[in-house]
């Protein structure tokens, strides 16, 4: 996943809606007239938000009949579970860095 792409992942997140959307999917796989129900928003509102989100990588979603059912997209999810990974481990590597180091003697 690039950078911009994972900007785009992150970025999608920080809309109260959208991110309501990405928690409820993350309980099961849902239509869109199923997520507008839970939702102070439209259909059209919750689809375009859907497109956002599918756009960013973080939801995918399959024909089943005359509806589409969306899910979270494993790869998108894996892509920024890893960058958030990288700043933990940078931390890591640098207190066990700090921690090996003699004191400097006044």
């Known amino acids: ?8 992942g992150f970025a999608s997140l920080g809309d109260p809606t959208r991110r309501a959307i990405f928690e409820r999917l993350a309980e099961r796989p849902r239509a869109v007239g199923e997520l507008a129900r839970d939702l102070p928003v439209s259909r059209p509102a ?4 859907l497109k956002v989100l599918k756009d960013a990588g973080l939801v ?5 009949g005359t509806r589409r059912v969306y899910q979270l ?11 958030l ?9 640098a ?12």
């Open 1 to 8: 996943m690039t950078n911009q792409v994972r900007a785009n």
């Open 46 to 49: 919750v689809s375009q938000h």
């Open 60 to 64: 995918v979603d399959t024909p089943v």
């Open 73 to 83: 997209d494993p790869e998108g999810l894996d892509a920024l579970r890893t960058y």
């Open 85 to 93: 990974d990288g700043f933990g481990n940078r931390a890591l590597v």
């Open 95 to 106: 207190f066990k860095d700090a921690a090996e180091r003699r004191p400097k003697e006044f």
